[in-house]
């Protein structure tokens, strides 16, 4: 499996198919409904969705749509607005279908997860229950000593591999033995010394596995990376870092990529071409090394280990270590339908570097630095966010709407008519028509007449809005004149203009 098959896989145990049937109409799907993940992995969720056509003799349109937790008290919050979930959570949706997907999953992830669309109709919304349920397990190993081996210092164990819950329907086990790996099932027995660790993963899960642990003692060899993965900006820095123990002391140690197809051997970084003058290792503390990646290239996206030789024992290669992904920067507000609230969103968040900055009308808020803004939204002003000095494009109210009328002037009976609303906005509008101070019309960009009738004219307006304000028109004119009346009109005037001619002939002569 090719590293960025191995960083972004997954397993979805389906269990059931969810159907939630709503009156007239409304409904929504999820599936599956039930799903078991492994700590540190990523996992999707699809929902998809329908609304009735028409409510009230009006057309309708899905405008937001956003997906919560049940275990959430109150009002639900959109995830993208949690503070839990920064920057592991995105959405995709289109075609009446929406993914959630979350990355680098916690076991506090586990909850029920429940989807939530909302259209331009005001009783227009509707949510998906009872929702899917996520389980996410962390992965250990269990041993137990069986007897002593006929050489000292080393033991006959069973060692037996752990979840919470079955990833897959029938899980399969891989096993790390001082880092090298060794297929086997949930158990099995071997022998172990003094130097001896192990460590399981679940099959398809490789790059998430146990920490290892000693089986007999407690000095063996064995590596833990602080971060199982890491995102980075193209042009930034990076510091990847490892925590080793040795039962002997090292006489080599050194980082170096995992095996891809364009790279099939493992090299020293610090003789690779390909990161010359770009990297540095750095040992702040005895047992702790941290491998320093400057002047990141999107090219440098992949898994980075650790290994390291003693003159009695080796930690080999195959232990699966920290996953960098390097990124372009896009940092952009992204709001909720719940508040309304504004929250940061960073194509990927850097390890120790939380803090983001805010904007009102270019101007920096000072003392807000969470990803989601606290303070009072006001409709006048503009709204944007920093994330390592890159910036986000503002949001904003509607500007005042502008309306154009497909035919200007006299509108004859039982002809076609449109007019057309368009503002400028950040998150875009949501339209409305009105006929003077009558109810609401439509709710779309166009109020389109097909055959207009004399009782329809007047002066109409329409109004734009979005999560941070609402604003209205100028009123326009519509004037809906009979057909006869104007062809009267018309003829009337050539006949006078027929007199005027004949008048000026008559006068030369």
């Not at 099932?185 to 130097?195: G, H, L, R, V």
């Not at 803004?373 to 709204?383: I, K, M, V």
């Not at 400028?424 to 028509?433: K, Q």
């Not at 104007?486 to 005037?493: D, P």
């Amino acid at each position: 499996m090719g590293l960025r098959e191995a960083a972004s896989c997954f397993v979805i145990f389906l269990l059931s198919v969810s159907v939630v049937q709503g009156a007239d109409g409304w409904g929504v799907r999820c599936t599956p409904t039930q799903i078991c993940a492994v700590k540190g992995s990523k996992v999707q969720i699809r929902c998809s969705y329908w609304p009735p056509s028409r409510i009230d003799d009006l057309d309708v349109a899905v405008e937001q749509t956003y997906w919560f937790t049940k275990g959430q008290d109150s009002e639900p919050v959109d995830l993208r607005a949690a503070s839990e979930y920064t920057g592991r959570v995105q959405y995709h949706c289109g075609n009446k279908a929406c993914t959630l997907t979350i990355t680098d999953l916690r076991e506090s992830d586990s909850d029920v997860y429940q989807f939530r669309f909302i259209t331009n109709q005001q009783t227009g919304s509707f949510t998906g229950s009872p929702g899917v349920s996520l389980s996410v397990t962390g992965v250990q190993v269990i041993s137990k000593k069986l007897s002593d081996c006929r050489t000292e210092d080393c033991s006959w164990s069973r060692v037996e591999c752990q979840t919470s819950c079955p990833p897959t329907p029938s899980p399969s086990y891989i096993w790390y033995k001082n880092g090298k790996t060794t297929p086997e099932k949930t158990s099995y027995d071997a022998s172990f010394d003094s130097t001896d660790s192990i460590s399981c993963a679940v099959r398809g899960h490789e790059d998430f596995p146990s920490a290892p642990v000693c089986v007999r003692g407690n000095s063996c060899d064995r590596v833990n990376y602080i971060d199982r993965n890491i995102c980075a900006f193209k042009g930034s820095s990076v510091d990847i870092s490892c925590s080793y123990s040795s039962h002997y002391d090292p006489i080599t140690k050194s980082w170096f990529v995992a095996e891809q197809l364009y790279r099939p051997q493992a090299v020293d970084l610090l003789k690779d071409p390909e990161f010359t003058h770009r990297v540095q290792v750095l040992e702040p503390e005895r047992g702790r090394s941290t491998l320093r990646i400057m002047n990141l290239r999107l090219s440098d996206s992949a898994q980075y280990r650790f290994t390291f030789k003693s003159q009695r024992s080796e930690w080999k290669r195959s232990f699966p270590g920290t996953t960098l992904t390097v990124t372009d920067p896009d940092v952009q507000v992204i709001w909720s339908p719940i508040g309304p609230t504004l929250t940061c969103h960073s194509s990927c968040l850097l390890s120790g570097r939380p803090s983001f900055l805010w904007y009102k009308n270019g101007t920096e808020i000072h003392g807000e630095t969470s990803p989601t803004f606290r303070g009072f939204l006001q409709p006048e002003n503009s709204y944007s966010c920093a994330y390592e000095l890159h910036h986000s494009s503002p949001v904003y109210a509607p500007k005042v709407p502008l309306v154009q009328l497909s035919q200007p002037g006299d509108i004859l009976k039982g002809s076609s008519v449109s007019l057309t609303c368009s503002s400028d906005a950040n998150p875009p509008p949501a339209y409305a028509w009105y006929k003077q101070n009558q109810t609401l019309l439509n709710r779309a960009a166009q109020l389109v007449f097909s055959s207009i009738p004399l009782s329809d004219s007047g002066e109409y307006y329409c109004t734009a809005e979005n999560a941070l304000g609402k604003t209205a028109s100028k009123r326009v004119l519509i004037n809906v004149k009979c057909a006869w009346k104007s062809a009267v009109t018309g003829t009337t005037t050539a006949l006078l203009l027929v007199v005027i001619l004949l008048a000026v002939f008559l006068w030369i002569r």
